[in-house]
C-alpha cells in the first residue's frame, strides 16, 4: 500500500513551545475544528488509544476522510507521529511529521507529504499549498501551546479565577477565567441561552450552574 507513496511537498519550523506540548498537541484530536475551523469544520472519533487516535473528519472545504495519527517516542523524548488520510477506505495520503527539542521551550518540526500516483504537474503546485496551509495550522498550534504551557504554569489555582458575564435575562454569572478542561482562557460570552461555548475544544457550559451541557466531567461550582 505504502510502495506507491511519494513525497510531494516538505515543511519545516521552530516553535515557541516544548516537546511535551507539541506531542500533547498532537495527540489532542479534538481541538481539530475549533481551533482550526477554516481547514476542519467536524471531528468524530472512532478510537483513542495511548499513542494516537482515528477519527472522522470533516474537511472545511467539503468531504470527509477518516484520519489515524500514530506517534512515535524515542528514548532521548524526540520522535515524531505519522498521519494517514483516507477516503472510502483508500489511503490518500501520508503526513511524516518529526519532532525534535530545541531547548526547554522550543522545538523544531520538519513534516513530509506523501500521496500516491501524483502527476509532477500537480506536484508543482503541492509545496505552495502545503506551506501556507502549514503555516496557517502551526500558527495556530503555537498560540494553544503557549496558552497550555501557561496553564500548566498557573496549576489549579488559576481555575479560581472568576469573571462576570450577563446573560440574556440581565441576570450575572461569575464564570472562570480559564476553562475546566484543559485551563485554557474561556474566552467566549455566554448565548442567548446562557451556554459559553469554550473556542479551544468546542465544550459547552452552563454559565448559571457551571454544568458542562456537552456531557464531559467538567465544570465548575457556583
Ligand atoms: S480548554 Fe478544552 S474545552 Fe476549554
Ligand atoms: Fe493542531
Avoid at 476542519?40 to 494516537?52: K, N, P, Q, V, Y
Avoid at 477518516?66 to 472510502?88: K, P, Q
Avoid at 499549498?129 to 503557549?146: K, R
Amino acid at each position: 500500500m505504502s510502495a506507491a507513496l511519494e513525497t510531494v511537498a516538505r515543511y519545516e519550523r521552530d516553535l515557541g513551545a516544548s516537546l511535551t506540548r507539541m506531542f500533547e498537541n498532537a495527540l489532542d484530536w479534538e481541538h481539530l475544528p475549533h481551533v482550526h475551523a477554516k481547514a476542519f469544520s467536524s471531528i468524530e472519533l472512532i478510537e483513542e488509544r495511548a499513542s494516537g487516535w482515528r477519527a472522522n473528519v470533516g474537511m472545511a472545504g467539503g468531504g470527509q476522510l477518516v484520519i489515524n495519527l500514530e506517534v512515535t517516542r524515542e528514548a532521548d523524548g524526540s520522535g515524531g507521529w505519522t498521519t494517514d488520510s483516507f477516503a472510502e477506505g483508500a489511503l490518500v495520503g501520508r503526513i511524516v511529521t518529526r519532532a525534535t527539542p530545541r531547548g526547554a521551550d522550543r522545538c523544531h518540526v520538519a513534516i513530509e507529504f506523501q500521496a500516491p500516483d501524483v502527476g509532477e504537474k500537480q506536484k508543482a503546485g503541492f509545496d505552495a499549498y502545503y506551506s501556507a496551509l502549514y503555516a496557517m495550522l502551526y500558527d495556530e498550534d503555537e498560540a494553544m501551546m503557549i496558552a497550555r504551557e501557561a496553564a500548566v504554569q498557573r496549576g489549579r489555582k488559576g481555575l479560581a479565577e472568576r469573571r462576570k458575564v450577563t446573560l440574556s435575562d440581565g441576570k450575572t454569572a461569575a464564570i472562570p477565567r480559564y476553562c475546566p478542561h484543559l485551563g485554557l482562557p474561556l474566552d467566549a460570552a455566554p448565548d442567548g441561552d446562557g451556554i459559553v461555548t469554550c473556542p479551544w475544544h468546542g465544550y459547552r457550559f452552563d454559565a448559571a450552574t457551571g454544568t458542562c451541557v456537552s456531557g464531559a466531567e467538567c465544570g465548575w461550582a457556583v
